[in-house]
């Protein structure tokens, strides 16, 4: 093979080995779309690579722009730059150092649905040459909702009377950093706990979890759940609680108890009178005995002696 064919295959070669690897310097992690309530606010997840491997966020500028339109600038640290009707309304979450680019949009007007992209400007190099990627192809739309989103509640189809009784209400978002509040129509702090996750990219949810003791006058009332959103926007949803009440045999025991007992007494007595009546006849005949013998000693002596005959 002569020396123009080495030196293609080698160039080819090269070329497959660094292509992939340079492609994947240039990456970012952007949700795609999310819905954002109308005067609330929205946080857009975002991440990034850059060929210039790990640098501190001071050599690092990031901005965010619509759609292909690079002077039209949501965010940018020079304010003077950013499109008036942005201005104080966005801000970076993280540090671009760490390769975070997630943004906050607050006060969210019904035509903020984008799409929004970003793009990295590194430090410029000894020549002057500024490095620089817009990442066009990985951009957030967003889809505003005028209403907000009503809380979901979970709960047992009944309570028992004198039993602990839990119901959960939960309601999704899309900023975590002004999370909607969830509050009840019942109950105290100390039977309330609240819990806060990520569902999805993007999205959010706030849970609150009620406990209390279910009883009889709570039967046909109503509980109602709260959810109130940044910028003062709510929603509600409610349950009607039914009670069931505890079996009560008291009804049974009670008259049943108190026949037993004059049973009883009733029993007792009567043994008590028949021994009574048994020992009373004793005594009588032992009396009446006693009697008839005194009698019977007496009439003999009474009784004249017979001359005896031939006498």
């Given amino acids: 093979m002569d020396k123009d064919g080495r030196m293609i295959i080698y160039t080819l070669l090269l070329a497959a ?8 310097e240039w990456t970012a992690n952007v949700v795609n779309e999310l819905e954002a309530l109308v005067s609330s606010c929205v946080v857009i ?3 990034f690579t850059h060929p210039g491997g790990h640098m501190s966020s001071s050599t690092l500028r990031g901005l965010w722009h619509v759609s292909r ?23 970076l979450l993280g540090h671009l150092g760490q390769g975070n680019c997630t943004l906050e949009i607050t006060e969210i007007k019904d035509h903020d649905n984008g799409p929004f992209c970003f793009r990295i400007e590194l430090a410029p190099t000894s020549s002057g040459t500024l490095d ?29 009377q004198g039993h602990p009784f839990t119901v959960t209400c939960t309601v999704a978002h899309t900023c975590p950093t002004h999370a909607p509040k969830l509050t009840w129509s019942r109950g105290t702090e100390d039977g309330i706990t609240e819990v806060h996750r990520k569902t999805h990219s993007g999205i959010w949810e706030v849970q609150s979890i009620l406990t209390f003791i279910a009883e009889e006058k709570d039967d046909h009332s109503v509980i109602t759940c709260t959810s109130t959103f940044n910028g003062g926007r709510s929603s509600s949803e409610t ?22 007992g004059t049973a009883l007494i009733f029993a007792v007595f009567c043994l008590f009178m028949v021994k009574k009546y048994k020992n009373r006849i004793a005594a009588l005949q032992s009396q009446e005995g006693s009697v008839w013998n005194r009698i019977s000693r007496l009439s003999r002596r009474a009784r004249p002696v017979e001359p005896e005959d031939g006498k």
Avoid: W
């Fill in 17 to 24: 080995i660094s292509g992939p690897v340079v492609a994947k």
């Fill in 45 to 47: 997840p975002c991440s």
């Fill in 69 to 91: 339109h690079l002077d039209q600038r949501i965010y940018y640290d020079d304010k003077s730059r950013v499109l008036e009707n942005y201005r104080g309304r966005t801000k």
């Fill in 132 to 160: 620089k990627f817009s990442f066009v192809q990985n951009c957030a739309k967003l889809i505003m909702q005028p209403d907000p989103p009503k809380p979901e509640m979970n709960h047992p189809k009944t309570a028992i």
């Fill in 239 to 260: 349950l009607t609680l039914f009670v069931k009440r505890t079996e009560n045999y008291n009804h049974i025991i009670i008259p049943t108890v108190v026949g037993l």
